[in-house]
């Protein structure tokens, strides 16, 4: 990580890094909760890779530097998971944003206990997508996550290993590990997956299970 994103008192979101603007939201709570102080360092990015460095001020960021620029990571990595019950997939997708997946889609499983209908889901993807975003400024991330979904298991598992326990640990060709509900795949849908992967020796609850992979994925990466 660059040291002038590492070191900044804080990192926002902004729609034009050329001429960032942060909203009223993001500077109250730089200037009221962070209590930021004048010419304190800022980072700012489009969540497109673009980034800079400015300085606080009481009514604007001021750029003290160049534009840089963050060619995407050259393997790109999914999270395909059940959604679990309440805030807990929020706390999901922060994490995984945190860690460094690049991709998180919702499946709907046989098993989920959580099931969204056309309307009430596209608000709460763009809900996660706010979460993500809170989430990839706070780990100083240039590229924002995509939240995709809610999609049928079967229309990843071409594409993706699925997590079941007692199978091969994960490896660096692992690029997109799906994840099952809290009652598990079904057997229906076990056998479409082409390919297994194991997350460890116990049995984790699904947020556990997408962030350890999450952990896995973005540790052979590197």
Same mark, same amino acid.
């Given at each position: 990580m660059?040291?002038s994103?590492?070191?900044?008192a804080a990192?926002?979101?902004?729609t ?5 603007v942060a909203s009223?939201?993001a500077m ?5 909760v ?8 800022v ?13 606080f ?5 001021e750029p ?5 620029s963050?060619h ?5 990595l ?8 309440g805030d807990?997939?929020e706390w999901? $997708? !922060?994490?995984?944003? @945190? ?6 889609? /919702?499946l709907? =499983?046989?098993r989920? #206990?959580v099931?969204?209908?056309?309307e ?13 975003s809170?989430?990839?400024?706070q780990?100083r991330?240039?590229?924002?996550p995509?939240?995709a979904g ?11 290993a ?10 660096k060709?692992?690029?997109? $590990? !799906?994840?099952?509900? @809290?009652?598990g795949w079904s057997?229906?849908? /076990?056998?479409? =997956?082409?390919?297994t #992967?194991?997350l460890g020796p ?7 299970a997408a ?5 896995l994925?973005v540790r052979?990466?590197q």
């Amino acid at each position: 990580m660059d040291r002038s994103l590492r070191g900044s008192a804080a990192h926002v979101l902004v729609t034009d890094v050329e001429q960032p603007v942060a909203s009223v939201d993001a500077m109250h709570h730089l200037g009221r909760v962070l209590r930021l102080r004048d010419g304190e360092p800022v980072t700012v990015t489009d969540g497109a890779g673009r980034w800079r460095a400015c300085a606080f001020g009481d009514k604007r960021l001021e750029p003290v530097d160049e534009i840089r620029s963050v060619h995407p990571p050259t393997t790109l990595l999914t999270i395909a998971v059940a959604a679990p019950k309440g805030d807990r997939l929020e706390w999901l $997708i !922060a994490k995984c944003t @945190e860690v460094g997946v690049d991709r998180i889609v /919702l499946l709907d =499983a046989e098993r989920s #206990v959580v099931r969204w209908k056309e309307e009430r889901g596209a608000k709460q993807l763009d809900r996660l997508r706010r979460v993500a975003s809170e989430a990839a400024m706070q780990s100083r991330r240039v590229w924002l996550p995509e939240i995709a979904g809610p999609v049928a298991p079967e229309d990843v598992f071409s594409s993706a290993a699925v997590a079941e326990p007692g199978s091969r640990p994960v490896a660096k060709e692992d690029v997109s $590990i !799906a994840v099952g509900p @809290e009652g598990g795949w079904s057997p229906a849908e /076990l056998a479409c =997956a082409h390919d297994t #992967v194991s997350l460890g020796p116990h049995v984790l609850r699904v947020e556990t299970a997408a962030v350890a992979a999450a952990v896995l994925m973005v540790r052979v990466r590197q």
